[in-house]
């Protein structure tokens, strides 16, 4: 079973619009959770930690569950420039690694 | 704003031959890593590197990979005889020892070093 699993996508959405993307990660141990995003051929580029109590930075909201082991992305009033990869990364406590899911793609277009 | 720099951008190699990449790590940071993206698929973990020796590695990182922190800066991954699966993408990320909520923190990747190994 993957560590980190996420819908693939593509999520092609209009300018302006929410979107939601979802991950769940398998170990019961994971003790850190982050959304970071891809663009193409570039370095995965940190978006925002999730915390327990869940989160929001501007259009980004993340929320994690821990009963269900998943985590959340939502983003509001989506821009052009959001189009990217969105990668759901979680930290195994005690473990020296980040377990990337394989992406969710989000086109944004106008 | 501190950045991991990673050099060269672009690396082509043939098989066989031994490659170097270097990392310079963000300078307050404790943990180092490498990762790999193959074109078109998932970040791989490699290695982790802590307080002077590897802190755990992938089934990736056999005997043909190696890493060292030479001096106070660099961080670097050797790759003694490449093959041609070994194209692909490393990215060098940094973290500090922890993090704001009690948990590890984020960790910061380099632009990447594209290995192409004809």
């Known amino acids: 079973r993957k560590e980190v699993e996420q819908d693939p996508g593509p999520f092609n959405v209009p300018e302006g619009a929410t979107v939601a993307f979802n991950c769940t990660y398998s170990n019961s141990a994971s003790q850190s959770f982050f959304w970071y995003r891809q663009d193409c051929r570039k370095e995965p580029k940190l978006l925002m930690s999730?915390?327990?109590s869940g989160n929001e930075d501007g259009r980004f909201t993340a929320q994690l569950n821990r009963a269900s082991q998943y985590i959340s992305l939502l983003i509001r009033d989506s821009k052009l420039s959001d189009s990217a990869t969105y990668l759901c990364?979680?930290?195994?406590?005690?473990?020296?690694?980040?377990?990337f899911g394989s992406g969710t793609k989000l086109n944004v277009k106008p | 704003e501190p950045e991991v720099t990673q050099t060269p951008s672009h690396q082509v190699t043939q098989m066989g031959q031994e490659v170097i990449l270097r990392c310079v790590p963000i300078s307050n940071h404790l943990y180092f890593y490498w990762y790999r993206q193959i074109l078109g698929q998932k970040v791989e973990f490699l290695v982790s590197f802590y307080n002077n020796e590897i802190s755990e590695k992938s089934e990736i990182f056999d005997d043909q990979f190696s890493v060292e922190r030479p001096d106070g800066s660099n961080f670097t991954l050797k790759i003694r005889s490449t093959k041609l699966e070994d194209s692909a993408m490393y990215f060098c990320?940094?973290?500090?020892?922890?993090?704001?909520?009690?948990?590890?923190?984020?960790?910061?990747f380099g632009q990447g070093t594209r290995l192409t190994v004809v």
């Open positions: 990320a940094s973290s500090e020892v922890s993090g704001t909520d009690g948990g590890y923190p984020e960790a910061f």
């Open positions: 999730v915390y327990s």
């Open positions: 990364v979680v930290n195994v406590y005690n473990f020296n690694k980040f377990y």
